[in-house]
């Protein structure tokens, strides 16, 4: 079966300090996409990344990283000195070969405090 | 540029009340998605279609239908409108070709 956990249903951090959120997944699949989304309050969702099962580099664009680890199905988002306007609920999904559903986590909402 | 839209952007209905939810994609996408959203289930999927003629039952599907005469609509229709039916509605789609999967803006539904 297809899943995605997202342990970490809440999280609140102060301006400037790194935070990681966490993603788990299950699959069969040998070929399979990873995703991570932004929702801001304004509701829409912003794709961040997708990762390839086949590609374990770990990614960096600006302040985000993400750390996928295959060993223990894991793809895990860091964002370094966090900002006000990073607070948002954040999305980890599951997607097959062919791009078809996706299997979304349940959701992390991030707060930064100035 | 290509794009995804959704309409109408918020819509109260009532009850009992049929509802059609459009969704409009110029990527030229086989794949195109509806998911629900409600706090605490992150989003689950209603129908999916892979191409023309094409519709499946997601896992949330009961109150619920799809059609796709063309590639670029997938309109979704609740053929009685139930308080439980409250939520915000994304429409996607994508395509294993290019790699892309694209979310419209969602529509938020309120039924009183």
């Known amino acids: 079966a297809q899943k995605v956990t997202q342990a970490q249903t809440e999280i609140s951090v102060v301006e400037k300090e790194d935070v990681t959120l966490d993603c788990v997944y299950e699959t069969r699949d040998t070929t399979y996409y990873l995703f991570w989304y932004k929702q801001p309050p304004s509701g829409e969702l912003v794709f961040l990344i997708r990762r390839n099962s086949f590609d374990e580099q770990n990614e960096i664009s600006g302040r985000y990283s993400w750390n996928f680890q295959k060993s223990t199905s894991s793809f895990n988002f860091t964002i370094t000195a966090s900002q006000v306007v990073d607070s948002a609920v954040y999305f980890c999904?599951?997607?097959?070969?062919?791009?078809?559903?996706?299997?979304f986590g349940r959701g992390t909402q991030l707060t930064v405090w100035p | 540029d290509a794009e995804i839209t959704q309409s109408p952007r918020h819509k109260i209905t009532e009850t009992g009340r049929q509802v059609t939810l459009a969704c409009h994609q110029t990527?030229?996408?086989?794949?195109m998605f509806w998911y629900r959203q409600d706090l605490g289930h992150g989003l689950r999927l209603i129908h999916y279609?892979?191409?023309?003629?094409?519709?499946n039952k997601g896992e949330v599907s009961d109150g619920y239908s799809v059609s796709r005469s063309n590639t670029e609509d997938l309109p979704l229709t609740l053929e009685s409108a139930a308080s439980s039916q409250t939520s915000v509605y994304f429409c996607?789609?994508?395509?294993?070709?290019?790699?892309?999967?694209?979310f419209g803006s969602g529509t938020r539904l309120t039924v009183v």
């Open positions: 279609s892979y191409g023309v003629q094409d519709t």
């Open positions: 990527w030229n996408h086989n794949n």
């Open positions: 996607a789609s994508s395509s294993d070709r290019t790699g892309g999967y694209t």
């Open positions: 999904a599951l997607g097959g070969s062919t791009l078809g559903r996706l299997y």
